[in-house]
């Protein structure tokens, strides 16, 4: 594992740090003797994850409950934590829909591109312009496996995923002149809550689920040193498949196959 705290200092803002890859993004960090700075919207289980890394890293956990997909409250936040010396973002929160296009209510839909794309937006500007201030700083977003290849029933999913990955990748250049490092981690399945909870019989479909902590080791190992980080041999072979071996017209209807036999009926 590398160095974080020597790299980029001893604070880290964590995003979803509540839950699944965020809360082990945490885990590992504190482990470093890195203080993450903890964001989601569940105060009980910010303070139950905080309680956890006092009591076994016996490093401070600082929490805050925001919603990411309310655009004055990020800001708000963010000025509230402006005078802080922080090293690192971890961009973990996000949602996820899933379903036939046309029945996902508007509202779900629109929240979600306000969590996932527009969060995306503010916090990483926010943190590149001080980052690059600074010439020193590590940025990691998480996207996911779907924005990298077309997925029918995660359309506008995989649509604010694609976004984020671009963001990070186009980026990757431009912050390296400040010399300020920015990754994205594109997680397959992963045994999160939002994947349990979301309506999908994933045992119908050959993809093997990782563990958070896998993906978020994987990650912290690798940010700065790779532009996408994509964790897990299959999950890779997926995208190369996708890219490579199918034309994306192809690969788009055997994916669609593939998903109709596991989301729920009343979801098409």
């Known amino acids: 594992m590398q160095n974080l705290k020597l790299k980029y200092g001893d604070k880290a803002v964590v995003t979803g740090g509540s839950s699944g890859i965020g809360k082990a993004f945490a885990l590992e960090l504190a482990k470093q003797g890195i203080a993450p700075i903890l964001v989601a919207r569940n105060k009980e289980n910010l303070r139950a994850i905080a309680k956890e890394i006092s009591a076994q890293y016996q490093i401070e956990a600082q929490t805050f409950s925001v ?67 600074a010439q020193k700083g590590g940025i990691l977003l998480v ?33 390296k002149l400040n010399n300020v490092d920015i990754s994205v981690l594109a997680p397959g399945l992963t045994d999160t809550n939002m994947v349990a909870n979301n309506g999908v019989d994933w045992s119908k479909i050959p993809m093997t689920s990782m563990q958070p902590s896998e993906a978020a080791q994987i990650a912290l190992n690798n940010i700065g040193k790779k532009a996408t980080i ?39």
Request: glycine share 4%.
């Open 230 to 268: 994509i964790p897990g041999f299959m999950n890779k072979m997926m995208v190369m498949m996708a890219k490579r071996v199918f034309s994306m017209k192809s690969f788009s209807l055997l994916n669609g196959f593939l998903l109709r036999k596991a989301i729920s009926n009343n979801k098409l």
């Open 143 to 175: 996207s996911s496996l779907v924005g990298l290849m077309p997925s029918p029933y995660f359309s506008n999913y995989a649509a604010t995923k694609a976004y984020v990955h671009q963001l990070a990748l186009s980026l990757y250049p431009e912050l």
């Open 67 to 133: 919603d990411l997909s309310d655009e004055k409250a990020t800001l708000d936040f963010l000025d509230e934590i402006d005078k802080q010396e922080i090293g690192m973002l971890i961009h973990s929160a996000g949602m996820e829909n899933n379903g036939s296009f046309t029945k996902i209510s508007e509202a779900k839909e629109l929240q979600m591109i306000k969590l996932n794309v527009t969060s995306t937006y503010l916090l990483t500007n926010h943190f590149a312009k001080k980052m690059s201030a």
